[in-house]
C-alpha cells in the first residue's frame, strides 16, 4: 500500500543536543508538511513544502528547519530542542488540487519526540 | 479568517448509541470540509470528506453533509462501537489554495462504553 512512514516512532534526545525526524513517501504527492501535535491539542502546521518550494508558517520558530531533498523524502531537523519542544511531529502529503482546496491530507503515525 | 468550532469532549457513549459530533466553520467562498479520526498514538486518518454544499460524505457508518446555509459539518453515525473511540478533528481547507493547508477543529474525544 501507499503510504507515509515517519522514522523513528519515538525519539529521545537531550535537551539542546540537534534532533532530525525523516518522513518518507511512496504516494508521489507534490507537497509534504510537518506539524507538531502537543497533548490533547490539534495538529499546528509548522511548514510545508510545494515541490522544492518551501513555505514556512509566520509563528514557527526559527529553531525549526526543514530540508526536502527529493519527492520522497523531508526532514525536520530541530536545531536545539527545549522542553516545549517534547510533542508527537506529524507528517502529511497531497496533491496538488488548483485552487480548489479540495485534496485530502495523508498523515504518517507521527515521531514522538521526547526530551531529557 | 478561516475557523472551525467543535463541541467540546469528552463524549461518553454506551455502545450502539447514536452519535453527533457539532462542528460549525467559518470561511470566505467555499471551502472542502474534512472529518479526521485519530486513535491513541497513530496518527490521523482521513474519515470523509465534502466539497461542495450538500454533499454528504460517508465511510465505516459514519455520515456528514455540507450544509451552507448553516455553516455546519456535522459528524453522525447511528449505531456506536468501542472501536470508535479516538479524537476527531474537523477541519476546513479553504477554496483558492493549491496546497490544501487544513484549518482544525480543537478535536472532540469519544469514549465508548461496553
Known amino acids: 500500500d501507499a503510504m507515509v512512514i515517519q522514522n523513528p516512532r519515538y525519539q529521545v534526545t537531550q535537551f539542546g543536543k540537534p534532533v532530525t525526524l525523516s518522513c518518507s513517501q511512496t504516494?508521489?504527492?507534490?507537497?509534504m508538511y510537518w506539524y507538531q501535535q502537543k497533548s490533547s491539542q490539534a495538529p499546528k502546521l509548522l511548514f510545508h513544502?510545494?515541490?522544492?518550494?518551501?513555505?514556512n508558517e509566520a509563528d514557527t520558530p526559527d529553531n525549526f528547519q526543514s530540508r526536502r531533498p527529493n519527492t520522497s523524502f523531508c526532514f525536520l531537523d530541530i536545531r536545539s530542542p527545549g522542553l516545549g519542544d517534547a510533542a508527537m511531529y506529524l507528517c502529511?502529503?497531497?496533491?496538488?488540487?488548483?485552487?480548489?482546496?479540495?485534496?485530502?491530507?495523508?498523515f504518517g503515525d507521527g515521531t514522538r519526540l521526547s526530551i531529557l | 479568517g478561516n475557523s472551525v468550532t467543535q463541541m467540546e469532549g469528552p463524549v461518553t457513549l454506551s455502545e450502539e448509541a447514536f452519535l453527533t459530533i457539532n462542528c460549525t466553520y467559518t470561511?470566505?467562498?467555499?471551502?472542502?470540509l474534512f472529518w479526521y479520526v485519530q486513535y491513541p498514538g497513530e496518527g490521523l486518518q482521513l474519515l470523509l470528506k465534502?466539497?461542495?454544499?450538500?454533499d454528504k460524505g460517508s465511510n465505516k457508518g459514519f455520515e456528514a453533509t455540507y450544509r451552507k446555509e448553516t455553516t455546519s459539518f456535522h459528524l453522525e453515525k447511528g449505531s456506536v462501537q468501542v472501536s470508535d473511540s479516538a479524537v476527531y478533528f474537523c477541519?476546513?481547507?479553504?477554496?483558492?489554495?493549491?496546497?490544501?493547508?487544513?484549518?482544525f477543529g480543537t478535536g472532540t474525544l469519544l469514549a465508548v462504553q461496553p
Open positions: 502529511a502529503t497531497s496533491r496538488i488540487s488548483y485552487g480548489q482546496g479540495n485534496q485530502p491530507q495523508h
Open positions: 504516494l508521489n504527492h507534490n507537497v
Open positions: 513544502y510545494y515541490d522544492k518550494d518551501f513555505n
Open positions: 470561511a470566505t467562498g467555499y471551502p472542502s
Open positions: 465534502a466539497t461542495k454544499a450538500d
Open positions: 477541519a476546513l481547507s479553504p477554496y483558492g489554495g493549491a496546497t490544501n493547508k487544513l484549518i
